[in-house]
């Protein structure tokens, strides 16, 4: 079946700008999350979705940053008037959002967005 | 809070070694644990998991055993191929919820 998707692949936008990032998850997948990879920080938690909501926004980094997810399905990420030290890879992950009797709940990774701030 | 700490890298090595890349964590409660992978170009794939203390993941030749005592998630394979040349991300989770990144190792195999 099909894995998460992740729209743009590649984004390239100037200082100041809003971008938004786009994530399919899997079908049937009721948790999403969204983590940012960068080669001073590693890779790091921006958000949960159970469902439409957010139960955890811990991991975003500023109030230039916001998501929402709609229809259980779909989510975006929002960045307002971007920085260079935004530029990294975004990354979407989705889940059954259930903790079975393997005693997890697996998270499925799509291929990112590279964010370029100039 | 919880954290992960992995083996620095980059490590090194020739087709058909043996491969360790060492993991610690810390956490409260009883968390899961993954091994990521991540192949040049490509996204993160999840290669094993355990779930709980002594417990072995393993997938393609790699192994990794859960130990509570140690709180350690060491990654193993006995004979590394040069396809196996990646970036390996050790990981913990407490229920549904977020993961926690070790720093990554990156791993070269030259034939």
């Known amino acids: 079946g099909a894995g998460v998707s992740q729209s743009p692949s590649n984004k390239v936008t100037e200082k100041g700008k809003d971008v938004e990032l786009r994530c399919d998850p899997i079908s049937g997948h009721t948790a999403l999350y969204w983590y940012r990879q960068s080669l001073g920080q590693g890779l790091e938690f921006l958000i949960y979705f159970q469902g439409n909501s957010a139960p955890d926004k811990s991991g975003l980094p500023s109030d230039r940053f916001s998501a929402e997810r709609t229809g259980g399905s779909v989510s975006t990420l929002t960045i307002q008037r971007t920085q260079q030290e935004d530029s990294a890879v975004y990354l979407c992950a989705s889940s059954l959002g259930l903790v079975g009797n393997s005693g997890t709940d697996t998270q499925y990774f799509g291929p990112g967005t590279r964010l370029t701030v100039l | 809070g919880d954290s992960v700490t992995q083996m620095e890298g980059p490590v090194t090595l020739s087709e058909e070694a043996f491969l360790t890349i060492n993991c610690t964590y810390t956490?409260?409660?009883?968390?899961?644990l993954f091994w990521y992978v991540q192949y040049p170009g490509e996204g993160l794939q999840l290669l094993l998991k355990?779930?709980?203390?002594?417990d072995k993941g393993s997938n393609k030749g790699f192994e990794a055993t859960y130990r509570k005592e140690t709180t350690s998630f060491h990654l193993e394979k006995g004979s590394v191929q040069v396809s196996d040349s990646a970036v390996y991300f050790c990981?913990?989770?407490?229920?549904?919820?977020?993961?926690?990144f070790g720093q990554g190792t990156r791993l070269t195999i030259n034939p």
């Open positions: 956490a409260t409660g009883y968390p899961s």
């Open positions: 355990a779930t709980k203390a002594d």
């Open positions: 990981a913990l989770i407490q229920g549904a919820q977020k993961l926690v």
